[in-house]
């Protein structure tokens, strides 16, 4: 077999623009692995990419394949690798020159980590994006200490509700924001209070220690909140208006209160392997709202689009 089935389109538009078409099946270079993907995630960005909103990195060449991050097993070692062998379960994500919904990706070994034993393709991949980013935003970023006081916004997408389990694992006293429809979903997922977006005002929240943003909208008003001290972390830009939210987080360094923290994660196999260590032990759990076959690609982003979303739309590629 020489080619693969992969979602790809052909111009920015709506969900209706994706199809399933056939590619060939990428070479692997000496220092590349090639995986098998079992199962891969829709994310946020994707749906900007698709749209057009980030077509000043995209750019207009078509066409443009979907996706970052993947869930599956080695087909293939080159020639310089070692550690991994063909048939190894593992995930990963590379946010550059990859689209994780095919059914093979080439990719550095630097870059994926052994899968969780106990998580189906379609579990791990729901905490995988969610997960890395999560650490990264509020450990690494934030450098949140046990106690403090976490506002979660967004609280029940696919970052959010990584990041709520996230949140207690490191000892914060987490609030989380989200849809009224999905209060009990948050709550069991262990947020200390949860609290609905659309009718609690922010200029009616306490002050927080440590804020986490998965929306991008609102984000001066947000800051506000934070104390004395406090951090605020954007996993996202308001896309809507891009480079008015870009200006609103390059100006917090110089005014008002609190710094917008915002990062672009690329994780490496250290923390993949960290995050699988999590899964394994239970400290973070899957947090899937719908399975779709590739074939499904465009209901999958027509439907995270929708909003009230529960964890994370699962393309089940193999």
Do not use: C
């Not at 970052?68 to 048939?87: K, L, N, P, Q, Y």
């Not at 998580?119 to 403090?148: N, Q, V, Y």
């Not at 990041?163 to 989200?178: F, I, P, R, T």
Request: proline share 5%; net charge positive; charged share 20%.
């Amino acid at each position: 077999m020489s080619e693969m089935r992969v979602a790809l389109f052909d111009r920015y538009g709506p969900p209706e623009v994706l199809y399933v078409g056939s590619v060939p099946i990428p070479t692997v270079k000496p220092d590349q692995v090639l995986v098998r993907v079992h199962a891969a995630s829709v994310n946020g960005g994707e749906l900007a990419g698709r749209a057009g909103k980030l077509r000043l990195i995209t750019g207009r060449t078509f066409p443009q394949g979907t996706g970052v991050d993947f869930a599956g097993e080695i087909a293939a070692v080159g020639a310089s690798v070692t550690g991994v062998r063909v048939g190894d379960r593992v995930w990963g994500i590379q946010r550059l020159k990859v689209a994780s919904m095919a059914e093979y990706v080439a990719i550095s070994p630097r870059k994926i980590s052994p899968a969780p034993r106990n998580l189906t393709p379609a579990e791990a991949i729901s905490l995988l994006a969610g997960g890395t980013t999560s650490l990264t935003a509020l450990r690494d970023h934030a450098a949140i200490k046990p106690g403090e006081r976490l506002l979660v916004r967004g609280a029940s997408g696919g970052v959010g509700s990584v990041a709520v389990q996230m949140g207690k694992l490191l000892g914060a006293h987490v609030v989380a924001l989200a849809g009224a429809r999905n209060l009990d979903f948050v709550r069991g997922l262990g947020a200390d209070e949860v609290l609905d977006y659309r009718t609690t005002p922010l200029s009616q929240l306490p002050s927080f220690d440590v804020i986490l943003d998965a929306a991008g909208t609102q984000q001066s008003r947000l800051r506000r909140l934070l104390a004395p001290g406090g951090r605020m972390v954007a996993i996202t830009t308001d896309l809507n208006r891009p480079l008015a939210s870009l200006t609103t987080i390059l100006a917090s360094a110089a005014h008002g209160r609190g710094r917008i923290r915002i990062f672009s994660g690329n994780p490496d196999t250290r923390l993949l392997t960290e995050l699988t260590r999590y899964a394994e032990n239970g400290d973070v759990v899957p947090v899937i709202d719908t399975v779709h076959a590739l074939d499904g690609i465009a209901a999958a982003h027509r439907s995270l689009e929708a909003g009230g979303v529960r964890g994370k739309h699962v393309i089940q590629v193999a």
